[in-house]
């Protein structure tokens, strides 16, 4: 990334520049401001990226990336659309009684050294910090969406209700609070994270999450997103979802092997005298009420019915896919709803 006046100090002519945007190699992030237009080309975290580095460029002094624009450069998922224009935020500047921001976007908050990282280039909040400053200024879930996914990417949770603990006296820290003894770990999705806000604020059970399921012989036979144990009832977010038909086309093979192993699974699930409820994204997010209605409904079916002796369930460990590193997998920062 560069400005006008450095691409004409290298010794390009105006016409060489125009010829440049023209081809599409070069893009105009901001006015007077052109970057690489591969640069940002690789996902959705990659060009906010540039456009937080052109904002930062724009301002004197230090800003860095936060909030929502802080979430997307470091592939921490995200209900919506991105930010119209990057977020930043900078320390107050010393000897001002009252040091506010006079642009959107821009937030004047305390700063500390170890709450800001580099990531993708750019200058962003930390982790931890960029989860607390999300669940203090986001609807509850959607801070229980950034917490989950970083305590499942490795992030420990010291870490996190330490820097809480930092931002207690700050506005909306009630709900940051709450989002941060709620976060789970074990969640690997956010549709997983939706599914537990939507138990919660329906007054379910809190059920047990990755949960191996072993037949009476004592062979495997599932892992299931959601256990309500006492209820004899599991959830499986995204149903059958990813197998739709798509209008005209067959069903792939692939497909079709999944939809069988996945009947075979939940045939194995019920032999074990569980009820098996699957859930879509749609319904987690529009139509909560609706989810925890059919769960509770499952939960009478399953009390007609005797346990099924010699049926074990232990909570599986944790399963990542790798070392932490930021960003995240760019898949997980897809916005959403």
């Known amino acids: 990334m560069l400005t006008r006046r450095q691409a004409l100090s290298t010794g390009l002519r105006p016409a060489e520049l125009r010829t440049l945007l023209r081809r599409g190699e070069w893009q105009v ?31 004197t002094g230090r800003h860095a990336a936060s909030h929502r624009s802080a ?55 930390s982790p931890a910090r960029t989860v607390c400053d999300l669940a203090r200024t986001s609807p509850f879930r959607e801070g229980v969406i950034a917490a989950d996914a970083v305590l499942h990417a490795g992030l420990p949770r010291q870490e996190l209700e330490a820097m809480a603990k930092r931002c207690a006296a700050w506005p909306g820290a009630r709900r940051m609070l709450r989002v941060v003894a709620f976060a789970d770990e074990r969640a690997e999705s ?26 009476p012989s004592g062979d495997w036979l599932a892992r299931t997103d959601f256990l309500f144990e006492a209820e004899r009832t599991a959830v499986e977010p995204d149903g059958m979802a990813k197998y739709r038909l798509v209008r005209g086309q067959p069903l792939p093979a692939w497909a079709e092997d999944a939809l069988v192993r996945e009947k075979q699974r939940e045939s194995g699930l019920r032999r074990c005298g569980l009820e098996v409820v699957r859930n879509d994204w749609d319904e987690a997010f529009r139509r909560p009420q609706d989810l925890a209605a059919r769960v509770r409904q499952q939960f009478g079916f399953a009390a007609r019915f005797p346990p099924v002796p010699g049926v074990r369930f232990v909570q599986a460990p944790v399963r990542r896919r790798g070392p932490l590193t930021w960003p995240l997998d760019a898949a997980g920062a897809t916005a959403r709803g």
């Open 190 to 215: 956010p549709l997983e994270s939706l599914d537990r806000v939507a138990f919660a604020e329906h007054g379910l059970p809190v059920p047990l999450t990755q949960v191996d399921v072993y037949a």
């Open 71 to 125: 979430a997307l450069v470091l592939g921490i998922p995200l209900l919506g659309p991105p930010p119209r224009q990057p977020q930043l935020v900078r320390a107050p500047e010393p000897g001002r009684a009252r040091d506010v921001a006079k642009a959107g976007g821009l937030h004047v908050a305390r700063l500390e050294a170890d709450e800001v990282v580099t990531c993708r280039g750019v200058v962003v909040t």
């Open 29 to 59: 992030v901001r006015c007077g401001i052109y970057a690489d237009a591969a640069a940002a080309a690789p996902d959705r975290g990659a060009a906010h990226a540039v456009e937080v580095a052109a904002r930062q460029r724009s301002r």
